[in-house]
Structures are given as C-alpha cells and as structure tokens.
T-cell receptor, first 114, second 109 residues
Framework: DVKVTQSSRYLVKRTGEKVFLECVQD?????MFWYRQDPGLGLRLIYF???????EKGDIPEGYSVSREKKERFSLILESASTNQTSMYLC?????????????FGPGTRLTVL | GQNIDQPTEMTATEGAIVQINCTYQ??????LFWYQQHAGEAPTFLSY??LDGLEEKGRFSSFLSRSKGYSYLLLKELQMKDSASYLC??????????WGAGTKLIIKP
C-alpha cells in the first residue's frame, strides 16, 4: 500500500514565524503535490513537483515556497506565516507526470496561525 | 475557464440510496474522479470515469456524461460509516485536478 506521511497532524504558530511542513511518500512516486483545504472551497493546489529539485507553481503559490531535495520528500515552507494561512494542508503523490493515476494523500496538517 | 459544482450537503437514511451530482465546465478533459473524505482525514480514491457510462464498484457506482458535463456518485445500502464528504475532481488537459468544494453526506438511522 502507498503510504504518504506528514510531519505533524496539528501545528500552532505565531504570525511572522517560518513554518516547515514535511511530506514523505514510500512508493517512489515522481509527482508530489501540496494543497490547502478550507471550508466551502475545493482543494487548492499550492505547488507541485514532478522530479527532484523541480517545482511548479499551482493556483495559489503566494506566501509559500517548496523544496524537493530527495524523491520521497516534499517540503512546504511558509516564509512568514500569516493568519490567512490558517488551513488544512494536504500532501499527495502520484506515480508519473501527465497521468490519470489516482493521487494518494497524507493525513493532513491542520495549521493554526495566531 | 473551469468550474465544478456539487451540492454542499445532503442527508439520507441508513439502508437507502443516495445520488450525489457533480456538474462541470471545462475546455480540456482527462477524466473525472470521486474521492471520499471522512472528517479530519485524508481524501481516499473512490472512482475514475473517462468514458460515458456507469462504473460499478460494490455499493458505489459512478456515472459520466461528457456531452452534458455531468457526473454522479450513487451510494446504495447506505451505512453509517458512509457519513463523509464526497469530492468531485476534474482532470484537465494538463493532467491537473480541479476540485469541487465537496458534498457533506449525513446518514441518519
């Protein structure tokens, strides 16, 4: 079974702090994604990566950056957290670029910025 | 542009059948996914349709009409554990997923 893990289930940070969210997958997937999920809105893509050291902006990249130094690990970075970044963050992976394969999700990190 | 609509919330009775609709507009199409998401948990894959018609998988079935921009998820013999949000997601021409806001399904005894 594919396993996608995220470093924290719940996180509370202060405005202006730098925040790191880690995601690890164990199935040698090429593609990895970071989404945020807010009530009443669909999942919104922040960034994705189709290979090590490669990254592409999604629909809402502002205020975020990412890092993919190893194939299995994709990190989301909030350079200076703000209250409007309070959200559920979901990481996902899939096997190939340009594929209709299903995305496998991690359990999510609920981030609260005070 | 692209747009996906699905009802915000539905209520059904244990043992009954419920149909959750999803309508979409898109210029490019590589299929439509349904995911289930229990409260506080990750979405999990339910079904994928790329051709018109009905795909049956146990108690769950998914239907697609590309000409009408319409899909539905049909859940039969509802169980309390089916209480969850059901997410419709469209795969566009760039193989990116465009997500609906989800339908919260409440099952009553």
């Amino acid at each position: 079974d594919v396993k996608v893990t995220q470093s924290s289930r719940y996180l509370v940070k202060r405005t202006g702090e730098k925040v790191f969210l880690e995601c690890v997958q164990d199935m040698d997937h090429e593609n990895m994604f970071w989404y945020r999920q807010d009530p009443g809105l669909g999942l919104r893509l922040i960034y994705f990566s189709y290979d090590v050291k490669m990254k592409e902006k999604g629909d809402i990249p502002e205020g975020y950056s990412v890092s993919r130094e190893k194939k299995e690990r994709f990190s989301l970075i909030l350079e200076s957290a703000s209250t409007n970044q309070t959200s559920m963050y979901l990481c996902a992976s899939t096997s190939q670029e340009y594929t209709t394969d299903t995305q496998y999700f991690g359990p999510g990190t609920r981030l609260t910025v005070l | 542009g692209q747009n996906i609509d699905q009802p915000t919330e539905m209520t059904a009775t244990e043992g009954a059948i419920v149909q959750i609709n999803c309508t979409y507009q898109t210029s490019g199409f590589n299929g439509l996914f349904w995911y289930q998401q229990h409260a506080g948990e990750a979405p999990t894959f339910l079904s994928y349709n790329v051709l018109d018609g009905l795909e049956e998988k146990g108690r769950f079935s998914s239907f697609l009409s590309r000409s009408k921009g319409y899909s539905y998820l049909l859940l039969k013999e509802l169980q309390m554990k089916d209480s969850a949000s059901y997410l419709c997601a469209l795969m566009d021409s760039n193989y990116q997923l465009i997500w609906g806001a989800g339908t919260k399904l409440i099952i009553k005894p």
